[in-house]
């Protein structure tokens, strides 16, 4: 039986072992999850937003063990993570409430119209309806919002398709516990074992036989473009293709006007050093690269953020890996002259995980000519380009690729339309004056952009809209009341919210 | 250079020869779609919706000479061309509509909630914006309303996408003919050359250049699995995946009760007598396999549909590479043994591209044993299964695969639930006690379903729901009024349709 090891990033001592699953248990775990799609009880949503709002209630309940494990195995901070295990309880309850008033069904009714040219309208009732298990991959740098029971599985189980979750392997303390939680809300709902379940897996074989298994219909994943990729290839190539909905990061540019500068340049400096060491640099929508202008004001603005940081604490990074694969990036990042560490750069601390935050100033010439610029740097690092025009900017801007988020710090003089219109093209999530990093789980958040930063620039994978991903449209033509799902029929018993377009 | 050649599948005499679009020719299209893209004039919503207004009155005006082509190229009787291009001239008239009322844009807009906890929510503003060119490929059965001006290219030049057609080869003077009044009209509106351009070519290397070009963004097409499941296999590959909404036709399974029969047997009959011969039975939504009961009633309506159909005139299929296909798969049909023909099968005629309608009953065993039986036959082609129980029914829909429709002839003392519960895990539409042929173009319409029906179930390809392929949300946090898009701020100058969902 193979085993993985957790770890504490803040010592690098090990803190518990793992057994994990393999090609057979997954693949088992997938026939199980399309046995209890077919179950009426599942399929029932009132039972289904009980079911959420008990897991819901399960993990505030346990939150401080929860956060315990999960900060031993993360090295997030305990304030940062008690946040993180409201936000996850919260999302659950958002989509119980969802299901509840039928807002996922975008039910539509449009009755019959014989007079209608060139050919008259039937009766036509529209729902969306699940479209089956869902193969879920936890992410590492959100274990509780986008861990075991965060965001994918939420939005999944809420939209009527059973989860298979292959759990982080950098904190499988944490998944473990967040699995029993289900496990045990899944017995208590009543709904069939199924409807959940847990796979810990170190190696991509695992993962990628999860979603080649035929039962599975759908992926969520968060994570490296590497793996999202990988993923997306793989659906892609099956027999019957699926959807992969992989959210993959990304530099999340920032332009800084010479006049947002003049007015507040301690209020700037202040949230992007705030932003670059929150939870270590490793929230998807860290401010990777910053657009400052020549001159004293940016040069001001590139001394203070750079001398701030080497003052701050070395941060923990999530495991190893992490750690190895960015101090590598950073590396390379220096010897191909695509960035210039600001001041001396700090080497890796031998104890823990720990990394020093760092400037790099991105060196001239066309920027998708320097892929080290261009690259995301999963850690306490930020990349500062320097410009002269708003023209430099957009020519800048028109060689980045799809992009979670832009931002724009401006004074109200400053003609940035050109930069926001360029930015919109290229990101999900247009911010102003303010942090990209905080991402809330709202109606009309929009989490995902062009690819590479996802893989459905469509969908979102923050929000209530992220059940969407894992529902489709059904037509019903001239049905017979007894033969259409309650939500369509003309008693509406269980008072779903309804549109009649009748056009 | 090289040409294609129309021909008169009534006669098989040539008609036409047509120059046809390079590899070359289909990269420049593309990037001249690229920069129409960014021009501000096809970014305005109402030019671009007095675009599509002038194409339609354009159509409808020019209506009998399109008719007159048109039916020489494909064997199309001229009544129900007439009703495809007023279909056609509409739903160009519908999406110039619902761009008007900005309903495309899906606008939200949720202004701050500081005391929201665990984080104070910002100013939220969301809406759709266009994802970039789009390639389109003409489908051969549909020259009107899935050609060159069709369902697909009214959609994304309604979302603000740019269009490269692929007319189909079959047709080469009708979609010739349209693409001239787009680009009149084009010209017309004054917008730049690159929002329209029209290529046709036979080869697939030429679409599938045009799928590879890094321009585009997405696909439409619909057509054969072959075709769509290639593109889709191109567009997963490329540097930038990008999605392929292909509507790829299906079996359309009809199950008939035996108190159905009992009841309307005649009108049952009429109906499917009507369907099957319908466009030569080239329509995707053609019910293609029946569920017939055991015993006489079944028996009777199997032999009525039989003599009928063998003394119905022989029907002209689209072009010869159908009837070379439609013929070698008949006689595969019979040979395999999988299906039986009743009745002599008459021999496809010598002049023009003719067959005779024709039924087969589907053999015992399962039905995905038999491959032959559970293929898409494009022709006035029908295959019935023979059942005993519903217990039986139910096992065959369970090795079916996606389906565009199903269809449930029953009475009201019928016990159909679980047949429609199993049917609606596979279509995108179900239909009672009717034809599924009809594809009204509405709001509540869904066309499409899990593949290999189309490649995005989650996705319709006919009514107005259609336009949302080729979108994606943007979300604006915290903007001032000035930076924001017209239909997000405050003003709502042009009062698009906006939703406030403060949760």
């Known amino acids: 039986m193979k085993t993985v090891t957790a770890f504490d990033p803040r010592s690098g001592a090990a803190c518990g072992e793992f057994a994990t699953s393999g090609v057979d248990d997954v693949r088992e775990a997938a026939r199980a999850a ?6 009426t009880e599942f399929g029932d949503t009132l039972r289904r937003a009980r079911f959420l709002d008990l897991i819901a209630d399960r993990v505030r309940q346990r939150a401080s063990e929860i956060i315990e494990i999960c900060s ?6 305990l304030q940062r993570l008690t946040v993180e295990v409201e936000r996850t309880s919260r999302q659950l309850s958002m989509f119980a409430e969802m299901v509840r008033a039928g807002r996922h069904l975008d039910a539509v009714i449009d009755t019959a119209d014989p007079d209608l040219t060139p050919v ?3 009766d036509m009732r529209r729902m969306n309806v699940p479209i089956g298990p869902v193969a879920v991959f936890g992410a590492s740098n959100m274990p509780l919002a986008f861990g075991v029971l965060g965001g994918d599985t939420a939005s999944a189980l809420a939209a009527g398709c059973p989860v298979v979750i292959k759990g982080h392997p950098a904190h499988p303390g944490t998944g473990r516990l967040l699995a029993v939680i289900a496990a045990e809300c899944v017995a208590e709902a009543g709904l069939p074992a199924g409807v959940f379940s847990y796979c810990l897996a170190a190696d991509f074989e695992v993962g990628a036989a999860l979603a080649q298994a035929p039962e599975i219909t759908a ?7 590497g793996g999202g990729r990988a993923l997306s290839d793989i659906a892609a190539a099956r027999p019957v293709p699926i959807p992969v909905y992989a959210e993959m990061g990304s530099l999340n540019p920032v332009v800084i006007t010479e006049a947002a500068l003049r007015s507040r340049s301690t209020d700037i400096a202040d949230t992007i050093i705030g932003n670059v060491t929150a939870a270590s640099g490793q929230y998807c ?10 001159g004293t004001a940016g040069d001001a603005l590139v001394q203070t953020v750079a001398d701030r940081l080497r003052q701050a604490q070395p941060c923990p990074l999530l495991s190893e890996p992490v750690k190895v694969r960015l101090t590598a990036a950073m590396e390379q990042l220096a010897s191909s002259g695509d960035g210039t560490p600001v001041g001396e750069s700090t080497p890796p601390s031998d104890v823990g995980y720990f990394v020093s935050p760092a400037v790099y100033v991105v060196g001239d010439g066309p920027l998708d000519a320097m892929p080290s610029a261009i690259e995301e740097y999963f850690g306490p690092i930020v990349l500062i380009r320097r410009y002269d025009s708003t023209d430099a900017v957009l020519e800048d801007i028109s060689r980045l690729a799809g992009q979670l988020t832009g931002t724009v710090y401006s004074d109200p003089g400053d ?3 050109r930069i926001v219109t360029a930015l919109c093209r290229r990101v999900g999530r247009m ?5 990209p990093v905080s991402v809330v789980v709202t109606d009309a958040q929009q989490h995902g952009g062009p690819y590479p930063a996802s893989t459905a620039a469509w969908s979102t994978s923050v929000g209530s809209q992220a ?5 489709r449209p059904v037509v019903f033509q001239n049905a017979p009341q007894g033969l259409l799902p309650a939500a369509l029929r003309d008693d509406n018993r269980r008072s779903v919210e309804r549109h009649r377009n009748s056009r």
Do not use: N
């Not at 399309?34 to 179950?39: I, L, M, P, Y």
């Open 467 to 471: 059940i969407f991903r894992f529902l």
């Open 34 to 39: 399309a046995q209890a799609f077919e179950s």
């Open 72 to 77: 031993r195995e993360t090295g997030l901070p």
């Open 120 to 122: 008259p309208r039937p």
């Open 285 to 294: 929508t860290k401010p990777g690269l910053l657009f400052v202008p020549a």
């Open 415 to 417: 003609d940035v339309s």
């Open 431 to 435: 911010v102003f004056d303010s942090s």
């Open 219 to 225: 992926v969520g994943f968060t994570g490296s473009l």
